[in-house]
T-cell receptor, first 114, second 114 residues
């Protein structure tokens, strides 16, 4: 069964530093991969999605993610962190082309220090 | 466009009581989902509707949880009787049909069972 693993439940960076949030998927290539962000007391907001059109995916708020089949990874990056990026980030996979069901990772909480 | 509406935002009940949550998806979105997000975990799918039919309810604890989407628009999720372990945020989401679009989530209902 498809699954995703997010390494690091908490990540702390300084404002202006590189943000790197890690996500690895299970060995079979999933059709779709997603990153969602959740701000306190809010629902999840779609940051970006991989649908096999391009391995480097650009999302909102300056985030991007690169699909690497050889590493079974879909890490999320942002060149320069902003205080407003502090939130919980979830990687998710759609296990097949025949379903819209999403399987989420356990999340990574990003803290940004001034 | 209007987002996914959920109510109530917060609910506190005693164990063994019943509770109901309401969700109104984005207009035109045929697919509706209920997810359970326990503190410190990623969201877990409870049930998926396509119009007013159930597509996937394999992880819904049917002895105590029920959900309906009678007219293919809004939906209710009920818990009866509630247990302490049901304390979580219940997220409703909707999407266009076809996979790969990603969801639009509501703000969720935070349930505390005491």
């Amino acid at each position: 069964a498809q699954s995703v693993t997010q390494l690091g439940s908490h990540v702390s960076v300084s404002e202006g530093a590189l943000v790197l949030l890690r996500c690895n998927y299970s060995s079979s290539v999933p059709p779709y991969l997603f990153w969602y962000v959740q701000y306190p007391n809010q629902g999840l907001q779609l940051l970006l999605k991989y649908t096999s059109a391009a391995t480097l995916v650009k999302g909102i708020n300056g985030f991007e993610a690169e699909f690497k089949k050889s590493e079974t990874s879909f890490h999320l990056t942002k060149p320069s962190a902003h205080m407003s990026d502090a939130a919980e980030y979830f990687c998710a996979v759609s296990p097949s082309y025949n379903t819209d069901k999403l399987i989420f990772g356990t999340g990574t909480r990003l803290q940004v220090f001034p | 466009e209007a987002g996914v509406a959920q109510s109530p935002r917060y609910k506190i009940i005693e164990k063994r009581q019943s509770v109901a949550f309401w969700c109104n998806p984005i207009s035109g979105h045929a697919t509706l989902y209920w997810y359970q997000q326990i503190l410190g975990q990623g969201p877990k799918l409870l049930i998926q509707f396509q119009n007013n039919g159930v597509v996937d309810d394999s992880q819904l604890p049917k002895d105590r949880f029920s959900a309906e989407r009678l007219k293919g628009v809004d939906s209710t999720l009920k818990i009866q009787p509630a247990k302490l372990e049901d304390s979580a945020v219940y997220l409703c989401a909707s999407s266009l049909t076809g996979g790969g679009y990603g969801y639009t989530f509501g703000s969720g209902t935070r349930l505390t069972v005491v």
